[in-house]
């Protein structure tokens, strides 16, 4: 085949090994491979000895005793923009995630062994969480051991779980994953409202297996889920109201929680009869010992910092601060902690305490483990300066765990570890 004068002048115009590879990306231009997914008429074009000094599952698959002969693989497991981020990664060492496709990237990422990309992956995820991704992480997550990632889910679950179980991604989850939600103590939501969402995500895997979404169905695609559900710390109200007219449960099911509401002692070897969920409280520390009287000082536009660097005796979750303000008074804070940045205007309000203030709130929890130290720095602007006379506390026990810490900020939040 002959050669254009462009194909051979190109090597000249580009400097570098990285813009001469990314030159290369999806270029028919001495490909010997090309992949195809499903959905999509698109071929991607591609290089074997690229592929194979990213990849070693490629380098088996074109190198190895018994390498691929078609020209053009297709991958049925993938769409066509995840696909794509996922080749340019290896051309480039870069890639456009998004929360649409970042989950599909890491599955590809992992599929084909590119640690580099499953690094990047991990990390748009910690940036990116949200009720809207959360579940799709998780599965990910469970699929490939990467059990930290898994953890982080979970935990946002427990704390947005309203959220999230509204979330499109939730009807999707497979049902070891949903036993597995309903089974958690710390959940943060109604148990009726639970039961709803069992009620939807069961309606979406009816339909997944193309059966009618009838009563019948609906409680086979439950399985054992359907049992995790704590009917008895409903309201008698809640019970009627939604479990009833749902006619999910048999009459002999359903006698045995009337009972219970009606005061009778009932136990079941496969219901889980607890009244309620074990929800951690969020405890709060105050820095200062006593108040000796506040005055605001006005300043125009006046910034100021404040450092605060804590510890606690035993692993627990640090949720966020208070910090002190004049009342009425609005202010432009950037938080930083470890390697969240939040950056939010707050009202200041005295409510029931002493002094009045604010709290900054982390989108989630951060694990803390016991006694080592974390570094907060907040940098605050306002209209008025707070000047507050105080007497600071070095330590502080609440419930049993003990808090160091050296600073001016108002409060410490936060929650104890699940064993």
């Known amino acids: 085949m002959a050669t254009s004068q462009q194909e051979v002048d190109w090597q000249t115009t580009k400097k ?23 959905d999509s008429d698109k071929k991607f074009f591609a290089h074997k000895y690229v592929l194979a000094t990213s990849s070693v599952v490629f380098y088996a698959m074109f190198y190895g005793e018994l ?44 599929k084909y062994f590119v640690p580099s990309l499953v690094h990047k992956c991990l990390e748009y995820f910690d940036a990116n969480f ?108 809640d019970f009627t109201q939604n479990v009833y007219t749902s006619g999910i449960l048999t009459t002999k099911e359903m006698l045995l929680f009337f009972n219970k509401f009606g005061g009778l002692e009932r136990t079941s070897e496969i219901w889980n009869m607890s009244e309620t969920r074990a929800k951690k409280e969020i405890l709060r520390c105050g820095i200062f010992d006593r108040y000796y009287g506040s005055r605001g000082i006005s300043f ?21 601060v208070r910090l002190l303000g004049n ?26 305490r002493v002094t009045s203030g604010f709290d900054v709130m982390l989108p989630e929890p951060i694990k803390v483990q016991a006694n080592v130290p974390v570094h907060l720095k907040a940098t605050i602007t306002s ?14 026990e609440t419930n049993g765990i003990t808090i160091n810490f050296a600073s001016h900020f108002d409060e410490i939040i936060f929650s104890e570890m699940s064993e």
């Open 327 to 352: 009342e009425q008074e609005e202010y432009n804070v950037k938080l930083e902690v470890l390697s969240q940045i939040i950056e939010k205007k707050f009202h200041s309000e005295r409510d029931n």
């Open 67 to 110: 390498a691929e002969k078609n020209p053009v693989v297709h991958l049925s497991d993938t769409d066509e923009e995840s696909l794509e981020q996922f080749l340019r990664f290896l051309y480039t060492d870069e890639c456009n995630l998004t929360t649409d496709n970042a989950a599909f990237v890491f599955y590809l990422a992992k």
């Open 383 to 396: 209209c008025r300066c707070p000047y507050w006379n105080t007497h600071v506390r070095k330590t502080v």
């Open 130 to 237: 949200s009720t809207e991704n959360v579940f799709t992480l998780l599965q990910q997550a469970i699929q490939f051991d990467e059990n930290k990632l898994e953890e982080k889910c979970w935990d946002f679950i427990d704390l947005k779980t309203n959220e999230a179980v509204a979330s499109d991604g939730f009807s999707d989850i497979n049902q070891a994953t949903l036993v597995e939600l309903l089974k958690r103590e710390p959940l943060n939501i109604e148990e009726v409202d639970l039961f709803k969402a069992l009620l939807k995500w069961s309606e979406a895997d009816c339909s997944r297996k193309g059966i009618e979404a009838n009563t019948e169905n609906k409680r086979a695609v439950m399985g054992n889920a359907i049992y995790q559900i704590r009917f008895a710390s409903m309201t008698l109200q």
């Open 300 to 320: 125009f536009e006046k910034t100021w910092e404040d450092t605060l660097s804590i510890s606690f005796s035993k692993p627990v979750k640090f949720h966020g």
């Open 16 to 38: 570098t090994v990285l813009e001469r590879s990314r030159h290369m990306f999806n270029n028919p231009f001495m490909s010997d491979i090309a992949f195809s997914c499903e």
